[in-house]
């Protein structure tokens, strides 16, 4: 009884999980109708990308029709229908062609797909799209302090760095300084902003004690491997001790 359980369990995880199925659309009785079967699970695509999502015809044994099918789809994604109209001679199986624009909100979205026999009734399935944000889209910016930073000749300063924005980038950026004749920068624990450091990297600047008085401008840029990244000049004025 215990192996009768479990494979009853297991037939119906199964079924669940196969496909999902429109109301069945054509004639009156169940012979003379058809659904439309899809995915179960949510299709995930990328921002600017495209995926190609099977569907099938389950046709009754009476059912021999030709099927239109067509899809309607939110703004910002195109679905091309192919192996449409259906031919009763044919398997039923149909592809959708779903091409998601770069600036698509992120999230869920739904296509709904309409088979229209040649007589009979409709019947419609909706098709569930998840659109995530590509990273290649996406645009980092460093910041440092609107205010100038002033270091006495001989002297060093912290000054903290801030990548923004930093929750929605979870790999490595590389970091690198330019500084003026006379001063010294360096990030520090390293050159790389990690995900654990919360968008924050902390610039040493030190001034030599000959350094040129005045204000001075140290040039910080980054590159990573999904994303842009805008650089930010850091102001530092040197004054006599």
Known sequence: MRKLGICLVAFVLLSVIACRKSEPGGGTDRATKFTIEGPLMTTSIKQGDSHTVALKINRGKEFAEAIKVKA???SGIEVAVFDSPVKPSEKGDLKLKVVVAKDVSPGEHVIHVTGTPE?????SLDVKVKVTENAQNMALSLKGPAAVTSIKQGETQTIKISLEPHDKYLADVNLKVEAPKGLT???TPGN???AADKGVANLRVSADKTAPLGEHTIRMSGTADAATVSPTDVKVKVVAP
Do not use: K, S, V
């Open 72 to 74: 309607d789809a939110p």
């Open 119 to 123: 007589t009979g009734a409709a019947t």
């Open 185 to 187: 920068a360096e990030l």
């Open 192 to 194: 790389t902003i990690r």
